[in-house]
Structure formats: C-alpha cells, structure tokens
C-alpha cells in the first residue's frame, strides 16, 4: 500500500517538470551526481531561471544551493548541496524527486528502496532535520542534546577565580542569547544607504519568491540576541516597503550608512537580521 501511494506521487509529480536522482553510497559530492539533467534545463524559461536554486521539503525545511555550469551541462555547487545530503543522511539508495515550482524552487520527496516515502522529522534545535519514517526524532539526537545541555558553565574549576568563572558565564549567556539560523533559510543582502535609514525596500526576487503582497507586522531579531522590533511592512507601488517601526530598529540595533545586512526569514513573518560593519572608504551616501 505504501509503495503504491509512493509510485502514485511519483506519476503526479512527471506531470509537473521534474527530475529524480538515487544516493548510492559512492561518492554522493561528485560533480555528475550534483549535474542537473539537460533536457531538463532546456525547459527552465529565462524568466524561471536562476544562479541559486531553493530545494523544501513539504514540511517547510529549505536548503539554498548554487548553480554554475560547466562546457557539458549545468550543476550544483558543493557547499549547500553536501548540506542538503548530510541533513537527509542520503546515501542508502534513496529515490529523491526534484518538482519545480518556478523561480528554482523545488519540492523534494525522499523515497526508500522499497518505494516507501521517508518523513523528514523537523524540531527547534537548528540542524535537525534527521529522517524517520513515523515522524519521530532518533534516540540519537535526544542524546546528543543531553550531553550538549550537560557540560553548563554552572561550576568553577578547581584554582579558577570567581570572576573569570562570571566571565565566563556572562559571554555563555551571551552566545545562548544567540539567534541560531539554519542553513538555507531564505535571506537577502543589502546594503545600508542614507534612504534605508528612514524605510528599507524589499528586493523584489526576495519578495516574489517567499513574501506575500500584503501589508504585516514582521518581527525582526538581532543576530546576536540583544533585541527585537516588530515593524510594519506596506506595499508601495506594488513594492513591500519596511515602514513603521523601522527606523526605531535603525537607531537600537544600530545600523549605519555603509553596514551590509542579510535578513534571514527563519519563519513566515520572523527575520533574523545579521549586519556587518563597513569600512570608511566602502561607505557611500546616496538617496
């Protein structure tokens, strides 16, 4: 019966432009495994067609890989698809469907040998989308969270002075305070001018792909856990604009003319916004 409902998804999704790939235990980083098939891409329209690629899974985890092309065919880069595998622990002759859904987005279904689907199980904890058939997390990762939970800063060593243990506990809490961001999220760059003070555009591929045309309060973190802001998007000229509240995250996080930005959607309406400063002769003042 499982086979059954796995070969008929497999029928549905060859209505829609696809392709498939089996994870044999060789070696699954090789630059044939990672090609995409040509007759394939001669389907992709210009318009559709993308350098990066977004492969989600219908439980809504997503992997962002790189497109490059060598003289025979196109393929993806090492880094987000190696990703891709190890979150999966693909390699055991898996049966993996690849379904566009336009703009270089693909849904994946993951397959056993014996035709049965594989659920990928999705928890809190980054990283953790480990495979289980019934939906459960392994022994293995609830093990591994107790023996990270375990080793505290909670204690002084032995000829350890009190305040090199409160320093200590003081940049643990600051790293817990952390906002941890999954590989592969959706995110866009931008660079901070005087304008993006006052409001900040969304790009418009960014918003396309993943946003809804509509006004929403988005919440938006720092980086490194010193702080949220709810601010109120507005579609302006069929554009989202980041408006009301925006400036206030500006002046508090605080951001300047010439910082490089990249906004992580880490949930439908969640950004965490991570910002680097730029050096004075790469800053640029412009409206």
């Avoid at 693909?106 to 953790?128: A, Q, R, W």
């Avoid at 952390?178 to 409001?199: H, M, W």
């Avoid at 792909?209 to 709810?230: A, M, N, P, Q, T």
């Avoid at 601010?231 to 980041?242: E, K, N, P, R």
Wanted: net charge positive; aromatic share 12%; charged share 30%.
């Amino acid at each position: 019966m499982e086979w059954n409902r796995g070969f008929g998804r497999v029928k549905e999704e060859r209505k829609s432009l696809s392709f498939f790939k089996i994870f044999h235990s060789a070696d699954l980083s090789s630059e044939s495994m990672r090609g995409i098939p040509y007759d394939f891409m001669k389907n992709i329209s210009k318009e559709d067609f993308s350098c990066k690629m977004v492969i989600r899974t219908k439980r809504g985890r997503s992997w962002e890989v790189d497109i490059s092309m060598n003289p025979r065919f196109y393929y993806m880069e090492k880094s987000g698809w190696n990703q891709f595998v190890s979150d999966n622990a693909l390699g055991a002759n898996e049966f993996v469907t690849f379904t566009h859904n336009g703009l270089m987005c693909f849904n994946v279904n993951i397959y056993k040998e014996s035709g049965k689907e594989i659920v990928l199980t999705h928890t809190t904890t980054p990283f953790s989308g480990i495979k289980n058939e019934e939906g459960e997390r392994s022994y293995k990762d609830v093990k591994k969270e107790d023996e990270s939970m375990g080793g505290g800063v909670g204690h002084v060593e032995i000829g350890e002075s009190s305040r090199g243990a409160a320093l200590r506990k003081k940049k643990a809490e600051k790293h817990k305070k952390r906002k941890k961001v999954k590989y592969g999220v959706p995110r866009f760059k931008i660079t901070i001018t005087k304008s993006y003070l006052r409001s900040l555009p969304i790009p418009t591929f960014f918003e396309k792909r993943y946003l809804k045309s509509e006004s929403k309060v988005y919440k938006i973190h720092h980086s490194e856990g010193d702080g949220s802001w709810e601010v109120l998007s507005l579609v302006h000229q069929a554009h989202i604009v980041l408006s009301r509240g925006w400036v206030k995250l500006a002046r508090e996080y605080p951001l300047a003319i010439g910082d490089r930005c990249t906004f992580h959607l880490v949930k439908p309406t969640e950004f965490v916004l991570t910002s680097k400063k730029a050096k004075a002769i790469e800053i640029t003042i412009s409206d």
